[in-house]
C-alpha cells in the first residue's frame, strides 16, 4: 500500500490498479461537487481549473515516482480555490465582472457595432453561423445581439418578427406542468399518483381505454399538465 500513495520507481499492477480507481474517485467527486453553470456557461477560470484538475490528478498514473499524496493536497487546493472564486464572483458584482468579463452588444437596433465585433474577435461569419444555430437565419430581423460572456450569442428579434403568442390573441391556455411518471418499468409510482389526487384503480381505467390490461406491460406512462397520458409498452 505504501507505493500507492508515494513515490516508487516502478508501480505494480495492482499500485496502478488502486491508483487508477483513486483518481477515477477524485474526478468524479470534484464533477459532482463544482458549482453548476446553466447550458454550460463556463467562464475562463472554470476551464483552467478543468485542465490541471485533469492533468494533475491523472499525472500519478503516468509517472509512479510522482508522489500521490502530494497529488491529493494539491488538487483539494485548487478545488478549494474555485469553490471560493465562484463564492466571491456569487457575493460580489466587481469581483463577478473581473472574473466572467462582461457581455457584449453586437447589434443594436439592427446595426453591426464594429468596435464591439472587434473587441470581442468576433467575424461576421461566426456571428452569423451562431445565430444559424439558434435559428435566426436573417440578420435583418435582429434587433439586438448580444455576446455572452460564456461565448453563446443572444438575439432578440424585431417586434415585426417576433413570433405570436396565445396572449396577443387572447387564446386561453392551459398551465404548463412537466409531464409527471405514473409507471416506470412495469411499477406504479403510487406517491406521484397520490400528488395528482389519483390512485391505481384511476390509472388501470384510463389504461385501459387504450387497450391496456396489465399495468406491468407498461415500460413508461406519464400525464402532462393537460391531463394528456403517454404510454410506451414494454
Given at each position: ?227 394528456q397520458i403517454y404510454y410506451s409498452l414494454m
Open positions: 500500500m505504501e507505493g500507492i500513495w508515494n513515490s516508487v520507481e516502478e508501480l505494480n499492477a495492482l499500485g496502478f490498479a488502486a491508483r487508477t480507481l483513486i483518481v477515477g474517485l477524485m474526478l468524479y467527486i470534484a464533477g459532482r461537487f463544482i458549482p453548476h453553470r446553466a447550458g454550460g456557461q463556463y467562464a475562463g477560470f472554470d476551464f483552467t481549473f478543468f485542465w490541471m484538475m485533469g492533468g494533475l490528478i491523472a499525472s500519478p498514473l503516468f509517472d509512479s515516482k510522482i508522489n500521490f499524496s502530494n497529488t491529493i493536497i494539491a488538487a483539494i487546493t485548487i478545488f478549494i480555490t474555485h469553490y471560493i472564486v465562484s463564492y466571491l464572483s456569487y457575493k460580489s458584482r466587481t469581483f463577478e465582472r473581473l472574473v466572467h468579463g462582461k457581455a457584449e452588444i453586437l447589434i443594436l437596433k439592427g446595426q453591426l457595432q464594429k468596435k464591439n465585433m472587434l473587441k470581442s474577435l468576433m467575424p461576421i461569419e461566426m456571428l452569423l453561423a451562431q445565430m444559424r444555430e439558434i435559428d435566426v437565419p436573417n440578420i435583418a430581423e435582429v434587433d439586438t445581439a448580444v455576446l455572452e460572456t460564456g461565448g453563446r450569442v443572444s438575439v432578440l428579434k424585431k417586434g415585426e418578427y417576433s413570433p405570436v403568442t396565445p396572449k396577443d390573441i387572447n387564446i386561453p391556455v392551459i398551465d404548463g406542468r412537466l409531464p409527471v411518471i405514473l409507471i416506470n418499468d412495469g411499477k406504479t409510482v403510487d406517491k406521484n399518483l397520490k400528488y395528482l389526487g389519483y390512485d391505481r384503480k384511476w390509472l388501470e381505467d384510463e389504461l385501459y381505454r387504450y387497450g391496456i390490461s396489465d399495468i406491468r406491460t407498461v415500460y413508461l406512462a406519464t400525464i402532462d399538465g393537460a391531463g
